[in-house]
């Protein structure tokens, strides 16, 4: 079955740290994308990158980085000195080739708190 | 503004009344996606559309819920005899293309049954 695991219910960091964000999954397909998103205040959720399940490589976005660990089901999210601007939900979510990959299972969620 | 639009973003009603929410997507993505989302939770799947056609509901979107998608522009997504457990916010999404393309998000529909 889908699911996706966020076991950080809320993590709270003073400007400039760095945070690791996890994500955990399961998933019976071998093919199969891996999601995360922003979620402001503002409530609209904002796309931040797609892997898809071949693509282990681990990528690099200005201070956003992501280590995806097929070993061990994880797609954790890394931010390098963290900003008070980061402060938000991040949601982690999977879709899987028998929905045609059009279903966005989410998980919980984990809400940064980034303070000066 | 060119991103996803709902409309209303709040909406409070009693229970039993019947709301309808409205989605107006990116001009030419040929994807719609409506979610749902209670406190604290992710977002739930409801229902999607290629053009017009509504491709898959999920369980969630029990007979009281409606959605169209008229010539496949802008969706709607009506609740009739509302409960109070349909407090959430609606969020509607949209994408171009085939396969696992990234979905761009409204702000949403915060609905309210009291």
């Known amino acids: 079955a889908q699911k996706v695991t966020q076991a950080q219910t809320e993590i709270s960091v003073v400007e400039k740290e760095d945070v690791t964000l996890d994500c955990v999954y399961e998933t019976r397909d071998t093919t199969y994308y891996l999601f995360w998103y922003k979620q402001p205040p503002s409530g609209e959720l904002v796309f931040l990158i797609r892997r898809n399940s071949f693509d282990e490589q681990n990528e690099i976005s200005g201070r956003y980085s992501w280590n995806f660990q097929k070993s061990t089901s994880s797609f954790n999210f890394t931010i390098t000195a963290s900003q008070v601007v980061d402060s938000a939900v991040y949601f982690c979510?999977?879709?899987?080739?028998?929905?045609?990959?059009?279903?966005?299972?989410f998980g919980t969620g984990t809400r940064l708190l980034v303070s000066p | 503004d060119t991103g996803v639009s709902q409309d209303p973003r709040h909406k409070i009603t009693k229970r039993g009344q019947n709301v309808t929410f409205r989605c107006d997507p990116i001009?030419?993505?040929?994807?719609l996606y409506w979610y749902r989302q209670t406190l604290g939770q992710g977002p739930e799947f409801l229902t999607y559309?290629?053009?017009?056609?509504?491709?898959?509901k999920s369980r969630l979107l029990s007979d009281r819920f409606s959605a169209e998608r008229p010539k496949g522009s802008f969706s709607t997504l009506e609740i009739q005899r509302t409960e109070q457990g349909d407090s959430a916010m609606y969020l509607c999404?949209?994408?171009f293309g085939e396969g696992a393309t990234e979905a761009f998000f409204g702000q949403g529909t915060r609905l309210t049954v009291v």
């Open positions: 979510a999977l879709s899987e080739p028998f929905t045609g990959f059009q279903k966005l299972v």
């Open positions: 559309f290629q053009n017009e056609a509504q491709l898959e």
């Open positions: 999404a949209s994408s």
């Open positions: 001009s030419e993505h040929n994807r």
